[in-house]
């Protein structure tokens, strides 16, 4: 026991005198940034890596070697992640409690609303425009299609917008249910719009089916897109059903226009991964035709069923509000001839 305690004793004096010369000092410097980066390394390598992976896989200049190195800058990134992340997910409970803008935007609805459409806005507008350029440069009705669908994202989420921010006829902020008359006119607007955009979708269906159009993928790119996929799905409805408590038909459109542009995704995911799986197998071609036209089927078949359920819902419900105004109109008349 006291030779260990020596050995201990002397081993330690040695680390604390290599510590103090200069090699020693840069030695343990480096070694602690290698196991203990900062979150900007961490966060910078995540694209770093994903680059490095579509390179090393795609290229065929790129060697044996720049795979490897790809494949130890990916392990040791996610190592990394693994290992911050209850430090982050601490850092975020500090926040939430401690800071006032993120109190604000956790506790009004109205502004997560806000900025979750205004953010979508921004995007599809770009991907739409994009899409444009795109129809007009090879004068391909299938660009065409998707800046159609994207651009009535767009105006969908515009109206939505407008309505939040409380920009209508009547002015003054926004508040869920308190007029239920302009709600459900909204409501059944973006119904209807919803609707119009199965034309655009139908259109890329049969390109897929018929004009043999064809999604392709690089294999990371398509795992990317469906890992995306199903956490869209998923978060949609999610955001759907947590969003029904509040009884505004505003809201409950803003996160059904969510769940068509994640059913989009859905049939672009399905189209590159068949590509990707059946692509190179003989005479697969009619298997991968009749897949997209099934999943391109149950898409439009979804997507005319919420539009179709929005328009009779709203229908149905501005019909309520008419009866109901009516009668109470007719009761104060009828109060005000007795007195």
């Not at 992976?53 to 800058?73: E, G, M, P």
């Not at 890992?227 to 409950?252: D, Q």
């Amino acid at each position: 026991m006291q030779k260990r305690s020596m050995l201990r004793c002397n081993l330690a004096k040695r680390k604390e005198a290599f510590r103090q010369t200069r090699a020693g000092w840069l030695f343990c410097r480096s070694l602690d940034a290698f196991w203990n980066p900062p979150t900007a390394i961490v966060l910078l390598l995540i694209p770093t890596s994903i680059v490095l992976l579509i390179f090393s896989h795609t290229v065929d200049l790129a060697s044996r070697q720049t795979r490897y190195i790809s494949y130890a800058i990916s392990i040791y990134n996610t190592v990394e992640i693994c290992r911050k992340i209850p430090g982050w997910i601490a850092y975020w409970k500090r926040v939430r409690t401690e800071n006032p803008y993120v109190q604000l935007i956790l506790s009004d609805t109205a502004l997560r609303i806000k900025l979750s459409l205004g953010f979508s806005v921004t995007i599809h507008t770009a991907y739409a425009l994009f899409m444009l350029c795109m129809g007009m440069y090879h004068r391909s009705l299938w660009y065409y299609a998707f800046a159609v669908y994207y651009g009535l994202l767009v105006l969908m989420r515009l109206f939505l917008l407008r309505e939040v921010r409380g920009r209508g006829s009547e002015g003054g902020s926004f508040s869920p249910g308190s007029n239920l008359m302009r709600e459900w006119n909204r409501y059944r607007l973006c119904g209807w719009i919803l609707l119009a955009m199965n034309l655009a979708l139908g259109v890329i269906v049969v390109f897929i089916v018929y004009e043999k159009r064809v999604i392709s993928h690089n294999p990371i790119t398509t795992i990317v897109l469906g890992i995306y996929t199903v956490c869209a799905l998923i978060y949609s409805v999610y955001s759907l059903l947590k969003f029904r408590k509040y009884k505004s038909p505003v809201y409950t459109a803003t996160k059904v226009v969510r769940i068509a542009a994640a059913l989009v995704s859905v049939m672009t995911f399905q189209s590159a991964l068949t590509f990707a799986l059946f692509g190179k197998v003989p005479n697969s071609e009619a298997f991968r035709r009749k897949i997209t036209a099934m999943t391109g089927g149950i898409v439009i078949g979804i997507i005319v069923t919420m539009a179709v359920s929005m328009i009779l819902i709203s229908t149905y419900a501005l019909h309520r509000l008419n009866n109901r105004s009516r009668s109470s109109a007719k009761n104060a008349k009828s109060h005000k001839d007795n007195t």
